[in-house]
């Protein structure tokens, strides 16, 4: 029969709107409104999961996000999500589940045998046995690990939503929409504050949704309508339900998960599945209410037990009855509750029992009422029953022995309430225990936070409605608003919360049993006992040793047991022995929502350079250089290899001309009557005389005397100076020109900033570039008009541009820089005009094997630890003057011998290139520590213009070996090539081609 | 994550600023010895506690900042420009 | 100063959308801002009230030393852009000015005060409206855009999907002005676009 375990009225379920579901492929139905545990507890289905370690069967035990039991993979396929707490799934058509952790099947599952050997599998289990020997930890030992460890399984598939970051601003955050997030939110509203309030639970109310409580005289989830349609009118007031604040960081700030589209089948389109909020708040009011603990006791995890506030909202709530015979057993008053709640439902409350000798006068009176039998001094000692509870064995908490036994199908039962604290504690703070309630409460805040209600230790309705209210106001007057007066909603009297200590239950007849304390890492009190006995006394060593408190619920349920339990077992009060520091995130948040939409192609933003389209469609291969993507090469047929086309492109280069896209060097505009003297003091040549319309090399240090950077500057007017640098330091040159100048040398008057973006730079390069660029720049561009080094402005056909005679290829070439919406423009016509001569273009590759062939140094050479001298660039630098690096790379040791210095490299074996960081070895070694090595290979290429392979490295005083020969060693692969050493610049060492 | 109070732009994030450098230390005179150039470079106090450090503002208004932090509680206690030749915040000279 | 007849039409970084707007939905419209004059100034040490004077007095625009301002006639903004600089944009069609001719009028203006230059092509502008335009920026940058915390005439040096970008509030639509470096507009453009997405519907 359909939802036989459907009430017939009440609950905040839309019975007009029946939803289909199925768990462990059988189809069931439940209500809009359903969470998938009550639709399960609906229909008869109390099985959910086998535990973690013993495969025992377990069932829900509570109505939270603090589930330790019940959890499920949801849905299939690509969106298929492991270990989700039945609790917090929102029920939803076509909705499917199925049970994790089980073989076969849920109900005959082959791993339960591990509870017979439960004895070998104590705590510290995987310490001691998977210890000796060595040689077996990843051979052996984490397969078998890994295959027994681990609930779920996650889809291999790509994720095919996606997920966002947002940010967002307020004065006052209100964390939770109880009775006291809801009336701290209004009054902080009233106030004109900007409030934010964030609850976890598809509509806010709280605890109010899962009782009977009254407020103002009517209906407290109706109360909490009310006032949430006040809030979300407001215009200063935002409000999110469905979402999670999971962590409290540094300065105030709050991350929070919303689960967008997490309760609908798929996202609609253009909506994320989920979102993290970044909160800025200027003050917190945490109302995040509490959460309740369980009794220990034999064989507490059956299904079929329940916390006894769960088994009441599943009855309010949900319109679920989840049992039919209800014993119930507290150390409290507050589970009195459940048994009005549930006898009034139409349960059949078998027994009350209350651990203390003296119950609640009123309250008893309240049960007497009803019939529902109470007894005192008494508490469930053991439960049993197979795959559901079938009887508790009632025990005496006053040292009576005997056992009485009852039958019945749901244990309620409740040790106390925890206020919860996680935010309260990663904000810094450091939780108090407090002895009237048997928990932790809020310390001394760290940060602009307070928490009220329930999460603050004050359980009454009528002290979360009046705290809420206060510190509502209260934030707003801190953050500077005049604070209004607001009356907190009146509340019937829910009556007191009283509470004994009972930490664990007398077994009954001195038998022992499972007594588990933390349920999802089946975490039992003998266990702590044991972790105590071999000295993992403290807290936070308990729960390395035993996974207590691990896991998708971190021990919500479970910390505080363990903690007294260990206390007593130490003999120290609770205070004493501390509790665990809190870390985010509160409750499980998926690696996606983190990630947000930076996944993929998005990973990163990508530059791109104005001919960038161009390339495209010319099919050129990319490379990135940082964010930049550049041409690397342009294939000419599907055959054509990287090789094939530098070779050509380098020919095309070096025997007539061609053009390449050099639009992301670093380019820096530097004014101001002190900026030769800025520029003296950042590269180590001289910059003063250089006559206006000159370019010039230079080389920069940093303070520990190493090469950092080079490139060109050019003189543009008396006080005006045009800087590039390379593609990979441009960001950080820049930066550090700016510290510079704003911490030692604010004095210079001198300005600058990065014209990288503005500009598109084209490099026309090759013994024919004048030929062709003769035919659209207006300028004369003669050899004597325009000489190497010479810089000036001009228009190429009909656009403005600067041109710069300067050559990185070792070639005669310009660089031509255009405003780069008309740089694709000049590209196009300088491929034009050099069409009868058959221009090309080359890429990155080309570029880096003329570099090599030129001897010109680049990154791979820049290395952090290379000097100017060790680099050949000694004599650009004017000692005579201050420089960066200057003291530093006057070092004794950076100037004797056995320094690497630059050197070229000739594979001296035919058709056999070098490889970067091969080892350059004398060939009477074999290679075998990397002391032998005397230097290495820092860039490689086949050169066209030599006809072999060659090479720039860095050798041990290479300057003065040239002409020796040596081993390029690659010992990965058992590699080896002879090379002769050379002078690193292999083409035209007089530089007659760049200046022709 | 830290939240740095830019003199100019108000309290932005840390993602929008990159750590520079100790601002406790003082660049020697271009004559220093070479040993005051190598503590300068090299030598570093490395305080459990309130210290002072250059932040850039790289991805705001690019001014360079002196960050009085807590290495330990990251708490910021002040944030000022570290030239005194920028325009000040607000008033313009 | 270049000739408008002779000059070639500007090819703008987002010419990759042939569309006219990016993204023109009920309540929220992305566009790109073409061929704008991006000029930068900025001043030495100890003139930059003089320079503010200066540009205000010679664009007939309030040039305030103000940090996180800008002002604008409607067709030229000059915005607050660090501690001792502005950016003055316009689109030249618009403002009516011949090519050149504004940056030659800062110049003049600014004269030895500080350094003027241009970043026209180095950055690409987008103009971002409407009522759901607050919660497109949100998905993208950690300002306060609030009505009580940023307005028209606000601006801000900031962070936007991760590129370091402008924002400038030109009226409480709300519009924004967003300017960033031309290299990143693809980028840029298509994490805004993707973050408006959830309103294609309104």
Not at chain 1, 151 to 171: I, K, M, N, R, V
Not at chain 1, 297 to 302: K, Y
Not at chain 1, 404 to 419: E, F, H, V
């Amino acid at each position: 029969m359909a939802q036989e375990f459907r009430l017939g009225r009440g609950g905040q379920i839309d019975r007009e709107q029946p939803v289909s579901f199925s768990f462990d492929g059988k189809s069931y139905q439940g209500f809009d409104g359903d969470t998938l545990a009550s639709a399960l507890l609906a229909n008869g289905v109390h099985l959910m999961a086998r535990s973690f370690k013993y495969h025992r069967p377990r069932g829900v035990s509570t109505v939270g996000s603090e589930e330790p039991n019940a959890i499920v993979e949801l849905r299939t396929g690509p969106r298929k999500e492991p270990n989700t707490r039945v609790t917090t799934v929102e029920l939803f058509d076509g909705l499917v589940a199925a049970s994790q952790n089980r073989w076969p099947s849920l109900g005959f599952d082959v791993m339960a045998i591990n509870n017979l050997f439960s004895p070998l599998l104590s705590a510290g289990f995987y310490y001691k046995t998977f210890k000796w020997p060595a040689s077996f930890w990843t051979n052996v030992y984490e397969h078998v690990i890994r295959r027994a460890a681990g609930l779920g399984s996650a889809t291999t598939e790509p994720d095919p939503d996606f997920y966002e970051q947002c940010h967002a601003h307020c004065d006052v955050l209100v964390v939770g929409a109880g009775p006291a997030g809801l009336s701290a939110a209004h009054a902080a509203a009233q106030s004109d504050a900007r409030v934010i309030l964030v609850d976890e639970q598809p509509r806010g109310g709280g605890s109010l949704n899962n009782e009977k409580l009254e407020i103002a005289g009517r209906p407290g989830s109706e109360w909490a309508e009310g006032i949430l349609a006040n809030l979300e009118a407001m215009d200063n007031v935002r409000v999110f339900t469905r979402t999670t604040a999971f962590g409290y960081y540094d300065h105030n700030t709050v991350a929070a998960i919303e689960r967008v589209a997490d309760h609908l089948p798929v996202p609609p389109r253009g909506t994320p599945r989920q979102r993290m909020w970044v909160f800025y708040p200027q003050r917190v009011v945490l109302a995040s209410g509490a959460t309740e603990r369980p009794l220990v006791f034999g064989n507490n995890d059956l299904p079929g037990i329940m916390l006894a506030s769960a088994a009441r909202a599943y009855v309010n709530r949900f319109a679920v009855r989840p049992g039919k015979r209800a014993v119930i057993a507290t150390n409290n008053n507050d589970a009195y509750r459940s048994a009005i709640d549930l006898h009034d439902a139409g349960l059949r409350v078998v027994a009350l029992l209350d651990s203390r000798a003296e119950p609640d006068a009123p309250l008893a009176e309240e049960i007497e009422r009803r019939s529902i039998p109470l007894f005192t001094g008494k508490t469930i000692g053991a439960a049993t029953g197979r795959k559901h509870v079938a009887s508790v064995q009632v025990v005496s908490t006053t040292g009576e022995s005997g056992a009485q036994s009852l039958n019945c199908d749901l244990i309620a039962t409740s040790g106390g309430w925890n206020p919860n604290l996680h935010l309260h504690s990663q904000s810094g703070a450091k939780p108090k225990y407090d002895e009237s309630i048997f928990s932790f409460v809020p310390g001394e805040s760290r940060q602009a936070e307070v928490s009220v209600g329930a999460a603050g230790g004050s359980f009454s309705l009528k002290a979360c409605l009046d705290g809420g209210t206060a510190a509502g106001t209260e934030a707003a007057i801190l953050c500077g608003f005049e604070g209004k007066k607001v009356r907190a909603a009146k509340a019937g009297d829910d009556g007191s919360y009283a509470i004994e200590a009972l930490w664990i239950a007398p077994t009954p007849n001195g038998k022992s049993y499972k007594q588990f304390v933390d349920m999802q890492n089946d975490v039992k009190a003998s266990d702590v006992e044991l972790a105590n006995q071999e000295g993992y006394d403290s807290v936070e060593l308990l729960k390395r040793y035993t996974t207590q408190g691990m896991a998708t619920d971190q021990g919500k349920t479970s910390n505080v047991n363990a903690l007294a339990i260990l206390a007593g077992q130490r003999g120290d009060p609770i205070p004493e022995v501390g509790i665990t520091t809190f870390r985010p995130p509160y409750v499980p948040v998926a690696m996606g929502v983190f990630a947000g939409h930076t996944v993929g192609a998005d990973f990163m933003p990508v530059r791109r350079t104005a001919i960038h389209d161009w390339n495209e469609n010319e099919a050129a291969v990319f490379i990135e250089a940082g964010l930049w993507l550049r041409a690397r090469y342009f294939p000419r047929s599907p055959k054509d290899t990287m090789y094939d086309c530098y070779v050509r492109e380098t020919e095309a280069t070096r025997k007539n001309v061609a053009l390449v896209d050099v639009s992301t060097l670093g380019k820096i505009d530097i004014q101001g009557p002190d900026a030769p003297e800025f520029l003296n003091r950042l590269y180590i040549n001289n910059w003063l005389k250089l006559p206006v319309g000159k370019a010039r090399y230079g080389v920069m240090l940093r303070e520990d005397g190493m090469v950092y950077d080079d490139g060109t500057t050019s003189r543009l007017g008396e006080n005006h100076f045009f800087m590039t640098t390379t593609t990979a330091n441009a960001a950080s040159v820049l930066a550090q020109m700016e510290q510079y100048h704003q911490t030692e040398w604010p004095e210079l008057d001198v300005v600058f900033c990065s014209v990288t973006e503005h500009w598109t730079g084209i490099a026309i390069a090759g013994p024919n570039s004048r030929e062709l660029l003769e035919q659209v720049i207006d300028i004369d561009i003669s050899n004597e008009a325009f000489p190497f080094m010479a810089v000036g402005e001009c228009r190429m056909n009909d656009i403005p541009g600067r041109l710069f005679r300067i050559s990185f290829s070792g070639e005669l070439a310009y660089e031509l820089n255009v405003p780069a919406d008309y740089g694709e423009q000049a590209w196009l016509e300088l491929l034009e005009a050099g069409k009868e001569m058959n221009v090309a273009v080359y890429g990155t590759e080309a570029l880096g094997t003329m570099r090599i062939e030129k001897g010109h140094v680049a990154g791979s050479e820049l290395d952090g630890r290379t000097t100017a001298m060790d680099l050949g660039l000694e004599a650009m630098a004017n000692r005579a003057k201050h420089f960066i690096g200057k003291h530093m790379s006057e070092r004794p040791a950076l100037l004797g011998e056995g320094r690497l210095q630059v050197v070229g490299l000739k594979s001296l074996e035919p058709g056999r290139n070098l490889r970067i960081g091969a080892h350059l070895v004398d060939p009477e070694v074999e290679l075998d520590t990397v002391s032998q090595s005397q230097g290495h290979v820092s860039a490689t290429t086949y050169s066209p213009s030599l006809q072999c392979g060659i090479a720039l490295g860095l050798l041990r005083d290479g300057a003065s070996r040239h002409g020796e020969q040596l081993e390029a060693v690659f010992p990965l692969d058992k590699q080896k090539i002879k090379v002769e050493v050379c002078h690193p610049v292999f083409i035209d060492p007089e530089g007659k081609l760049v200046r022709a | 994550m830290l939240r740095i109070e830019c003199p100019w732009c108000g309290l932005r994030n840390e993602d929008e600023f990159s750590y520079g450098s100790d601002a406790t230390v003082t660049r020697p005179a271009d004559d220093a010895s070479q040993d005051d150039w190598y503590d300068y470079v090299y030598t570093r106090a490395n305080p459990a506690g309130p210290h002072t450090e250059f932040w850039h503002h790289v991805g705001g208004c690019r001014a360079w900042l002196k960050v009085e932090r807590d290495t330990l509680t990251h708490e910021i206690f002040s944030v000022e420009p570290a030239s005194p030749n920028l325009p000040a915040p607000g008033k313009g000279t | 100063m270049p000739d408008a007849n002779t000059l070639p039409a500007r090819k703008s970084p987002l010419s990759n959308y042939t569309r006219e707007h990016i993204v023109d939905y009920p309540r929220v419209r992305l566009s790109e801002r073409k061929a704008l004059t991006a000029i930068q100034v900025l001043t030495f040490n100890g003139k930059h009230a003089a320079t503010a004077e200066a540009i205000g007095k010679a664009l007939g625009i309030e040039c305030s030393t103000a940090p996180g301002t800008s002002n604008s006639d409607g067709k030229t903004q000059v915005s607050w852009n660090g501690p001792n600089g502005w950016m003055i944009v316009a689109n030249d069609a618009e403002a009516g000015f011949a090519p050149g001719e504004l940056h030659e009028k800062i110049a003049s203006a600014v004269g030895d005060l500080g350094a003027v230059v241009d970043q026209s092509h180095g950055r690409c502008g987008l103009r971002l409206s409407g009522e759901s335009a607050r919660a497109v920026m949100e998905k993208n940058s950690a300002l306060d855009l609030h009505p009580r915390a940023f307005g028209p005439g606000r601006c801000a040096l900031t962070s936007v999907a991760h590129m370091n970008a402008t924002v400038v509030q030109v009226d409480d639509a709300p519009t924004f002005d967003l300017y960033v470096a031309r290299s990143l507009a693809r980028s840029f453009a298509h994490a805004l676009e993707h973050a408006c997405h959830e309103f294609e519907r309104g």
